[in-house]
């Protein structure tokens, strides 16, 4: 079963190493900090309340330096074409919204982050990361401003919530009913 | 009435004139002035602020071993501009406003140290702790008003504020810097 390496292109085939790293260490963050914020929001006055917010915050300017440090990467290092096999088979609306959630999850990757960051600013709290560099405000101190802002982060993250929702749908098809092997791209190889 | 007897009325009249502005009418003007503090929150500065206080102030330069101050702060007056922290404040892990709705500073002594600068030592009570401070402060005069400004760096937990969970300072950092600016009128002219 095993193909001899002159068979095998896994550069061709799978995303590098790097790629997938960012990407399944990326998820993980992603699905931590959305429960987190979900979860921490509900909270009464707390150390526990300002704990949460303060991980919640280290955590997005990380993931935002992560992402960013993401798409430097996936713009120098081109992420394999998709297979002919799943291409050939998949209508022309699927090739479409294949590429829209791409492209509007990396928008959201950006978007989600800088505007908690810029309500954080705005509410007169500056972001600290990791409660050591201190980061300059996007947004001068506004509470007013800053009460608008709060709903767009969340509106924002659920929206990035609900593509990565389809996402996972996506692959899950990919692998399970089209049984296509799809998702081994962003697998490592045996 | 003798002249002798005029000279002296005259003399006391004078005095009183003299010595009586000096000692009624050294007031805090509060429009102008104002004291904010910050402390950290796992790194993040926080500013606060007591929008009520009052002081009796009798001052001179010349006569620093009879100057005196009394200050006190409204504790309910505190803000933090956040009114989901506002509204803690008042409860008992912090200021315990129902029972020591107010913090005092008197003094004790001052030392001038040249430049408009000074030492004022005394006693600053908050939440029912009473502790040795010395207040460095900078005094300025522009026409009728004198201005004292100064930075005083206390720790939070000398005055238990913030006790049990909030008294661990990898949360809530125990120094806290206490900024002040007071504009006083009746100041006799600083030296």
Do not use: C
């Not at chain 1, 914020?37 to 991980?55: A, E, H, V």
């Not at chain 2, 330069?61 to 006190?72: D, G, I, R």
């Not at chain 2, 004292?148 to 120094?175: C, H, Q």
Request: positive net charge; without cysteine.
């Amino acid at each position: 079963m095993t193909p001899s390496s002159s068979e095998r292109s896994p550069q061709a085939t799978r995303y590098n190493t790097v790629a997938m790293v960012l990407h399944w260490l990326l998820a993980l963050v992603i699905l931590a900090m959305f429960g987190i914020g979900i979860y921490m929001t509900d909270l009464p006055f707390s150390p526990q309340r300002l704990k949460l917010y303060n991980w919640h915050k280290w955590a997005g300017v990380t993931f935002l330096a992560l992402t960013l440090l993401r798409l430097v990467w996936r713009m120098t290092h081109r992420p394999p074409a998709l297979p002919v096999a799943v291409t050939r088979t998949m209508p022309g609306w699927q090739h479409r919204a294949y590429h829209a959630t791409h492209h509007l999850m990396y928008l959201l990757f950006f978007a989600v982050p800088l505007v908690g960051w810029a309500y954080s600013s705005a509410a007169g709290f500056p972001v600290v990361w990791f409660g050591q560099i201190p980061l300059p405000d996007l947004l001068p101190v506004n509470k007013e401003v800053a009460e608008l802002i709060k709903p767009l982060h969340k509106l924002l993250a659920l929206a990035l919530m609900a593509l990565a929702g389809l996402h996972i749908a996506a692959a899950i098809k990919h692998q399970w009913v089209d049984r296509d092997g799809l998702l081994s791209r962003m697998l490592p190889g045996r | 009435m003798n002249t002798r007897h005029l000279a002296s009325a005259l003399l006391a009249a004078s005095l009183a004139a003299i010595a009586l502005p000096a000692a009624a009418q050294q007031k805090l003007l509060p429009a102008q002035s104002s004291i904010a503090f910050e402390i950290k929150q796992m790194g993040v500065p926080v500013q606060g602020h007591f929008k009520k206080f009052d002081a009796q102030v009798n001052f001179a330069a010349t006569k620093l071993t009879s100057s005196k101050v009394n200050f006190t702060v409204d504790i309910a007056s505190t803000t933090l501009g956040a009114p989901e922290m506002d509204s803690e404040l008042p409860k008992a892990t912090w200021f315990n406003t129902a029972k020591f709705p107010q913090a005092q500073f008197t003094s004790s002594g001052f030392k001038a140290l040249g430049g408009g600068k000074y030492e004022v030592t005394g006693k600053l009570a908050i939440k029912g702790q009473s502790r040795d401070v010395t207040v460095p402060l900078t005094m300025t005069q522009a026409g009728a008003t004198t201005t004292a400004s100064g930075v005083l760096p206390i720790k939070r937990l000398a005055f238990k504020i913030g006790e049990g969970d909030w008294a661990d300072t990898s949360m809530v950092a125990d120094d806290v810097q206490v900024k002040f600016k007071l504009a006083l009128s009746g100041i006799p002219k600083l030296p």
